[in-house]
């Protein structure tokens, strides 16, 4: 795997509405990015006051669904979301439970490892990388890339991987920071990337981050439009980059997801109908009425709004577009709160490609 500035890296929990969106695209689509994959946490059964499943029981289908969703094209895999205590039933690390599984498969699944890893994690992480003959991608935070400590800890981090940098992929994770005022935002980002360890040496860069809600709880009902501003930050550090001559970073986001996982009791909970349709510079978002009072037959309704608004008629051909005009048109069915999961996350794919195809063409 290699890329440039010109490639998208959407970070995607690999729950069903996620894997079926990426099921859906088109192979032209496919080539234009690399999904970096967190294994989703195990969950909790609020009723029962214990983990959802086992983590045996957790992590058996994950390589099987990387696969038949998304083949054997590369891949970023990051297992941030499971807990270092957690082992199999028979003592294995979950790192290499899952590298075997993906490996069996003739997956390129390249591991993601922090700079907080426990030596074991790392040492697991190192195992996978040097079995599959590949490199490792780094994730670091932005908090901890205002450390004066950052070039030693990946000094160490490094070598204890057995690892150089010219093989090793750096994401600069942003997380979901406020990006208001965007320009002393984008100023302060572009220094502190000039000073990243071995900028130039990294086998590739992405800066990855979203403004995404954290809810939909303080959306307004019918049509709002969000401000994508990890996106707008974005266009503005390339160009102060171009003019300071530094290295161009891939853009990388969470799709229509926050970047922080909540874990709520579903028993208290009454969410609401919500078409997310990217658009230009930001999200559509139509709000319905809570499913569970007033049903999924709304989403004909708020289809119908999508398809009534310029957003629609100026937005690039998708699966997910077309999902939204059938359901309008009643010959599809209303779907489910995961079916427009991966409604939305399919037209976001396809939309940011178009968006850094344009961008880049400009």
């Not at 795997?1 to 729950?15: Q, S």
């Not at 074991?120 to 890339?145: F, G, M, P, V, W």
């Not at 028993?267 to 930001?282: H, M």
């Amino acid at each position: 795997m290699n890329f440039d500035h010109r490639h998208y890296i959407p970070c995607l929990r690999w729950k069903q509405g996620e894997y079926q969106a990426v099921s859906r695209l088109p192979d032209t689509a496919k080539r234009a990015f690399t999904p970096l994959i967190e294994v989703p946490g195990i969950g909790w059964d609020f009723e029962n006051v214990k983990e959802a499943k086992t983590v045996d029981e957790h992590l058996a289908p994950f390589a099987k669904r990387v696969y038949d969703k998304w083949g054997n094209s590369p891949c970023l895999v990051d297992l941030k979301l499971i807990a270092p205590s957690e082992r199999l039933a028979n003592g294995t690390h979950p790192v290499r439970f899952i590298f075997d599984e993906l490996r069996a498969m003739k997956c390129i699944a390249i591991p993601v490892i922090g700079l907080l890893g426990d030596r074991e994690y790392q040492q697991e992480i190192k195992a996978a990388s040097t079995k599959d003959k590949n490199r490792i991608c780094l994730r670091i935070t932005i908090e901890q890339a205002w450390k004066s400590t950052l070039k030693t800890e990946i000094d160490s981090l490094l070598s204890t991987l057995g690892i150089s940098y010219s093989d090793c992929d750096l994401i600069l994770d942003l997380g979901a920071p406020n990006f208001v005022p965007l320009e002393g935002f984008s100023m302060a980002i572009q220094q502190k990337m000039s000073k990243l360890p071995y900028l130039n040496d990294w086998q590739t860069f992405t800066v990855l981050g979203t403004s995404f809600p954290t809810t939909m709880a303080g959306i307004k009902k019918g049509g709002v439009v969000v401000p994508r501003h990890e996106w707008q930050l974005y266009k503005m550090l390339v160009a102060g980059l171009r003019k300071a001559k530094l290295r161009l970073p891939t853009f990388g986001d969470y799709a229509i997801s926050h970047s922080q996982v909540l874990d709520m009791d579903p028993r208290l909970l009454k969410p609401n109908a919500t078409i997310k349709f990217t658009i230009d510079d930001g999200w559509y978002i139509v709000k319905g009425n809570n499913v569970r009072d007033y049903g999924y037959e709304q989403f004909h309704g708020l289809s119908e709004h999508v398809l009534a608004s310029r957003h629609y008629r100026n937005s690039p051909v998708s699966w997910g577009k077309e999902y939204i005009l059938e359901c309008a048109n009643r010959s599809a069915k209303r779907g489910n709160l995961t079916k427009w999961v991966q409604v939305g996350t399919n037209h976001h794919i396809e939309k940011v490609i178009q968006d850094i195809a344009s961008f880049y063409a400009s």
